[in-house]
Structure formats: C-alpha cells, structure tokens
C-alpha cells in the first residue's frame, strides 16, 4: 500500500466529529474545497517544535478582519496564553499581495486592505504535550486545537476544512474530526467549537478498535511499548467502557457512531487528560509495562465525561467562549462526580479488587475530611476558585490552607450521595440520580443549574426536604455526614490507620546538609502550626533530639504522644525561634471489609456492597 493510501485509510478509520458546546448532533456535511474557513498545517522544522501554519478566511466582509489564538480550552478552566507561541505572522490576500497586519494587544492581529480574501501565515512553537498544549518533534505532533490555530472574528458558525502534511511517511492521524470526501489527510468540522475541540495526534501509533451497545470505540496508542501491552490495556478499556454504559443504560449517540481514545504514553510528555465530545486525549510519563496500566485510571474518568460534562453540562460552559476563563459554580459535580465513578468503573469491571478501591476511596475521604480549606467554603465556593488553580499560573503564593479540590470534595460527596440514597431509598443511588440526569439533561442535550440538580434530587426521592438539606448543608456550605456509618452499611469499616499516634501537621522535610527544611504547609489547626512553624523553615531540635538529618527528623516524630507538649527550635528567615509543640492526635483513617477485622457482615450488608461496588 502507498503511504498516501495508507494515510487515507487511517483517516477514514478513526476520524470522528466532535463538539464540546453545541447542543446538539452533527448534521453539517463536509464543506468541500470551497470551505470558507481552512487550514494547512505543514511541519517543516518539527526536530525544533516547530509547524507552520497557514489559514485563509474567504468572503470576509469589507473592514479589517481580527484573529487571533485563544485564550482558554475546552476542558480547562483557567486562562492559557497561547499566543505566547506564534510568530513571524504574514498576510496575503486573495492575489497573493502582501496585507498590513496591525497588532495592539498581545493576543491577535488586525488585518486591513483585503480582497475579501485573507491568508495568514505563521510559525508555531510547540513542546508541551499534554490535554491543553501542543507538542511537535520527529516522534508525533500532538495539538490540541486552541493552542494551535488562529481563529478569526465573525466566522464562528462557518464550516471549515484543515489539511495536515506529516513530517515523517509513517505518520497517520488520529482525530475526531471526520475525514474529508476522497482527500488523504484533509478533515472538517461543522464550525469553530466542534473544531476546537477536537484535539489531533499525528505520529506512527497503534490503532485498536472494538464495537459495544452499537457504538465503535477507538484506542490509538503512541506509546513506548509492545504490541501486547495494547491488547492487554484495550481488554481492560474495553471492560470499563462496558461497566460505564451499564451505569447509564446507554452509550451517548456518539455523532458519527463513534468515540476516539488518543493516547500518548512516552517519557518527554506530561501526565494529563482532557475530554472532548467524541474523544479524549490522555497522557502519562511513563509506559503501560511501567505502570502497570494504571492510566486505566485516567481512561475511565475521561470516558466518563463523554455524559457527565460533554452532554450533561453546566449552563455556564455552553457556548464556550476562547478569549476567557471559562467558570461554573458546579465542577462538583461536572469534576468530582466524575472522579468518583473512574476508580468505581474499574472496580465493577473487575479490574480492580475491592481492598485497592476502598484504599483509593479512603485516601479521597482522608483528603477531604481532614482539609482545613473546608472551613472556608463548601464544593460551590472551591469550585469557583478553578480559574486560579486548573494549571494556572501565578508569581505570588496562595494559601495552601484554603482551597480544596473540587475533585476529591465532589468525589466526597458523590460517595456520601451515593450511600445515603441506597440506605434511605429504595432502589435509588448515585446511578439512578445520573441517569435522571441523563435523561433531563443529557439526552436531549439541555444545560443545567444548580437549581436544576437540586430539583432532579427531590424527584429522584420523593423528598423535596432531603434535596433542600443537602444543597444547604453540603453544596452551599461544606458540612459532610457521618461516614462511619453510611460505609457500615456496605459492611465496611472507617477505623483509625494509626491508633494511638501523634500528628504534627506536616512531616515532608529535606535535607541540606547538617539540617533539614520543612517542605509542606503545616495544616490550620495542628501542632506545628500553632508552633508558627512554616514551610521552608529549618528544624533544628524537636524535643531532646537534635535535627541534622530526614532520618533525625523522623525518629523524633516517632517518639512523640499526643497531648504530651515538647520543645521545637527552628530557624525562620534568618531568626532562631522557640516554642511548645502540643501533637494532635493522629486523625488518619483507612478504609477496610470488616470482616478483615474481625467483624462478621450480614447478609443485607453484603448485598449492599455487591449492588454497589459490584461482585467480589
């Protein structure tokens, strides 16, 4: 076979169209050669990170036409200074005379004196690959579409067409974008959201394709590896895709039938994943074989969202807007819900023992639980914090006392939701309360409120009370139940991992030399700091034992009891400062079957379990 016919076919394999904020399926068809928004992207100094690039806008009206690159991305939260990444811009029109391009402020250009026809050119920097960045090198190009392309003012609604040149014969291209009729390498999208969304890795990968509930699933795999490490990681996704479709009674009506994983497993990328529509782009350091496939893990969240975020989505992503911050007061449940179901996926496809899920579920409940940002605002308030956090980037310093995840807290919660609707309410769970969602919300496609998931509660129950405390109590405020006893009725124990031990508020130290550093930010309220001891502090002396070293340090946190005060010595910016260290008492706890403990379970608890968390 050719390598043009070789491309062709893989375009025509996995291409697939997607959206992130139109509500509702593709029925555009390819624009063809005339299309009035195109793209080429070309890659002749990719061994430096750099693509080339060239967009026509055709039928633009008379004025000056603006583009420029985003500031933000689907999926992302906070804002990203793509421009920061292109230069030596140049401008044509339809004749090929040069434009004069007119910059006055850092994130586009002005074009003026066109035909009616522009042609911008321009040069991409790209070494970052993750959900959010470009990557480009002789290995792959790996784009995501907001930190790639200009877009221009006005021609949001147009269709428009991209044609990639790869660098090296061997690449194909995986994208969810649909190939265009007859043209090796060529792809449309209906209008600009569908084309920023859809995130594209050209390299040498690996394909690996399956069908479930009529729908196509796509695994392509750049990755540092065998051949066998592909198939052994597709059976396990192709078990966590089932379970998640049985968690929602239906796959989503994918727009061309089919949903695209794109991985990239290699040592010069970072650790990331993003949703998309139709797709996700996930990433990880280190290989399957290394890793034991635990991006397993990072799979099933994004799969995941393909309902909760890309169709049952808050109001206030919808449409996105690229030259902002894009925040919702509701990442609880678009985040954390989400990353609750990952883990509970691969457990019910039983790629996951019942102990490591409930270590996992313990280290979120511990996370949460004994979070001093909690005292400063509950899921709603952390969630709006996202544009500060979700990789965002800041010279000065933020309180590490204040904020915590919207993540692990809506996980928190969802598990807390979780488990009172199955003990209060007949035949109710977190899985009957998404499905009424879904079926609300995600199918047809009608963005919510909080006022929404609120109300969706009280139907679910019959219990308009329990709807109310719940939003009261743990979305607008930050209070949680008693966890003990909602796991007790799955069988389960949340006992003390240390009993008896002393906790200081933080225990990560290095060593420079004769001395050590405190590494972390003591917790609010813990010993170390009412002792006024802060990260980057150097311990000299804790009780009798004198510090010069991590193993001095540890030792001398072993010996202490809770309540049982002791000298501290440390240096803070320049200054030797004293003070009385009172420990806490260790509050840590693990999560275990009970019957590992010696408590024997019923047979109600044990159907609790199973129905929950799936056959052991």
Same mark, same amino acid.
């Given at each position: 076979?050719?390598?043009?016919?070789?491309?062709l076919?893989?375009a025509?394999?996995?291409?697939?169209p997607?959206?992130?904020q139109?509500?509702s399926?593709?029925?555009?068809?390819d624009?063809?050669?005339?299309a009035?928004?195109?793209?080429?992207?070309?890659?002749?100094?990719?061994?430096?990170? $750099?693509?080339r690039?060239?967009?026509?806008?055709?039928n633009?009206?008379?004025?000056?036409?603006?583009?420029?690159?985003?500031?933000?991305?689907?999926?992302r939260?906070?804002?990203?200074?793509?421009?920061?990444?292109?230069?030596?811009?140049?401008?044509?029109?339809?004749?090929?005379?040069?434009?004069?391009?007119?910059?006055?402020?850092?994130y586009?250009?002005?074009?003026?004196?066109h035909?009616?026809?522009?042609?911008?050119?321009?040069?991409?920097?790209?070494?970052?690959?993750?959900?959010t960045y470009?990557?480009?090198?002789?290995t792959?190009?790996?784009?995501?579409m907001?930190?790639?392309?200009l877009?221009?003012t006005?021609?949001?609604?147009?269709?428009i067409?991209?044609r990639?040149?790869?660098?090296?014969?061997?690449?194909?291209?995986a994208t969810?974008?649909?190939a265009a009729s007859? $043209?090796?390498?060529?792809?449309?999208?209906?209008?600009?959201?569908y084309?920023?969304?859809?995130?594209?890795?050209?390299?040498?990968?690996?394909?690996r394709e399956?069908?479930?509930?009529?729908?196509?699933?796509?695994?392509?795999?750049?990755?540092?590896?065998t051949?066998?490490?592909?198939?052994?990681?597709a059976?396990?996704?192709?078990k966590?895709?089932?379970?998640?479709?049985?968690?929602?009674?239906?796959?989503?009506?994918?727009?061309?039938?089919?949903y695209?994983?794109?991985?990239?497993?290699?040592p010069?990328?970072?650790?990331?994943?993003?949703e998309?529509?139709?797709?996700t782009?996930?990433?990880?350091?280190?290989?399957l074989?290394?890793?034991?496939?635990?991006?397993?893990?990072?799979?099933s969240h994004?799969?995941?969202?393909?309902?909760?975020?890309e169709?049952?989505r808050?109001?206030?992503?919808?449409?996105?807007?690229?030259?902002?911050?894009?925040?919702?007061?509701?990442l609880?449940?678009?985040?954390?819900?989400t990353?609750?179901?990952?883990?509970l996926?691969? &457990?019910?496809?039983?790629?996951?023992?019942?102990?490591?899920?409930?270590?996992?579920l313990?280290?979120?409940?511990?996370?949460v639980?004994?979070?001093?940002?909690r005292?400063?605002?509950?899921?709603k308030?952390?969630?709006l914090?996202a544009?500060?956090?979700?990789?965002?980037?800041a010279?000065d310093?933020?309180?590490?006392?204040i904020?915590v995840?919207y993540?692990?807290?809506?996980?928190t919660?969802?598990?807390?939701?979780?488990?009172?609707?199955?003990?209060?309410?007949?035949?109710?769970?977190?899985?009957?309360?998404?499905?009424?969602?879904?079926?609300?919300?995600?199918?047809?496609?009608?963005p919510?409120?909080?006022?929404?998931?609120?109300?969706?509660?009280?139907?679910?129950?019959?219990?308009?009370?329990?709807?109310?405390?719940?939003?009261?109590?743990?979305?607008?405020?930050?209070?949680?139940?008693?966890f003990?006893?909602?796991?007790?009725?799955?069988?389960?124990?949340?006992q003390?991992?240390?009993?008896?031990?002393?906790?200081?508020?933080?225990?990560?130290?290095?060593?420079?030399?004769?001395?050590?550093?405190l590494?972390?930010?003591?917790?609010a309220g813990?010993a170390?700091?009412?002792?006024?001891?802060?990260?980057?502090d150097r311990i000299?002396?804790?009780?009798?034992?004198?510090?010069?070293?991590?193993q001095?340090?540890?030792?001398?946190?072993? &010996?202490?009891e809770?309540g049982?005060?002791?000298?501290i010595?440390?240096?803070q910016?320049?200054k030797e400062?004293a003070?009385t260290?009172?420990p806490?008492?260790?509050s840590t706890?693990?999560?275990v079957?009970?019957?590992?403990?010696?408590?024997?379970?019923?047979?109600?608890? &044990?159907?609790?379990?199973?129905?929950?968390?799936?056959a052991e």
């Open positions: 076979m050719s390598t043009t016919s070789r491309l076919l893989a025509a394999i996995i291409a697939t997607a959206t992130a139109v509500a399926p593709v029925t555009a068809r624009p063809g050669p005339a009035p928004v195109q793209y080429d992207v070309a890659f002749p100094n990719a061994v430096h990170h $750099e693509a690039i060239t967009a026509t806008w055709r633009v009206p008379t004025g000056p036409l603006r583009v420029q690159m985003a500031r933000s991305s689907p999926g939260y906070a804002i990203h200074e793509f421009a920061k990444n292109v230069y030596d811009v140049t401008a044509v029109d339809g004749t090929g005379r040069a434009l004069t391009l007119t910059r006055t402020d850092p586009g250009w002005s074009v003026s004196g035909d009616g026809t522009v042609a911008v050119t321009y040069t991409l920097y790209g070494d970052h690959g993750d959900g470009a990557q480009i090198d002789m792959h190009a790996h784009l995501n907001p930190a790639t392309f877009w221009a006005g021609f949001d609604a147009q269709p067409r991209v990639f040149r790869p660098a090296d014969p061997s690449w194909k291209i969810q974008l649909p007859g $043209e090796a390498t060529t792809f449309w999208a209906p209008n600009l959201q084309f920023m969304d859809s995130p594209t890795e050209l390299s040498n990968f690996t394909l399956w069908q479930d509930a009529g729908r196509t699933y796509r695994l392509a795999m750049h990755h540092d590896g051949d066998a490490d592909v198939d052994r990681f059976a396990k996704a192709k966590v895709v089932h379970a998640q479709i049985a968690t929602f009674g239906a796959p989503p009506a994918y727009d061309f039938g089919t695209t994983f794109i991985a990239d497993y290699l010069y990328i970072t650790g990331d994943g993003m998309h529509r139709n797709s782009i996930i990433s990880d350091k280190r290989s074989y290394a890793a034991n496939d635990a991006q397993l893990n990072t799979l994004e799969f995941f969202h393909s309902w909760n975020v169709r049952i808050p109001a206030e992503l919808e449409p996105f807007d690229f030259t902002r911050a894009n925040p919702t007061p509701s609880w449940v678009a985040e954390g819900f990353q609750y179901y990952g883990p996926a691969i &457990r019910r496809a039983g790629e996951m023992s019942v102990d490591a899920y409930l270590a996992t313990g280290g979120t409940l511990n996370a639980l004994n979070s001093p940002a005292a400063h605002g509950g899921p308030e952390m969630s914090r544009p500060f956090v979700d990789a965002a980037k010279i310093a933020v309180n590490p006392n904020f995840s993540y692990i807290y809506g996980a919660l969802a598990a807390a939701l979780d488990l009172e609707l199955r003990g209060r309410y007949s035949g109710q769970s977190l899985d009957t309360y998404m499905r009424l969602l879904w079926k609300r919300h995600g199918a047809p496609e009608k919510y409120t909080i006022a929404d998931l609120r109300t969706a509660l009280a139907t679910l129950t019959g219990d308009q009370a329990f709807a109310d405390r719940f939003f009261a109590k743990s979305v607008e405020g930050s209070d949680l139940p008693d003990a006893a909602l796991l007790a009725q799955a069988g389960l124990t949340w003390a991992a240390n009993p008896g031990g002393a906790w200081v508020g933080a225990a990560d130290v290095t060593a420079d030399g004769p001395a050590v550093t590494s972390q930010s003591p917790a813990t170390l700091y009412a002792a006024g001891v802060e990260r980057g000299i002396a804790l009780g009798r034992t004198t510090v010069t070293s991590a001095d340090w540890q030792s001398a946190l072993g &010996r202490l809770p049982t005060p002791l000298d010595r440390y240096v910016r320049g400062r003070a260290l009172t806490n008492t260790d706890k693990q999560l079957r009970s019957e590992t403990v010696g408590k024997p379970i019923t047979a109600k608890q &044990r159907a609790f379990r199973t129905a929950w968390l799936g």
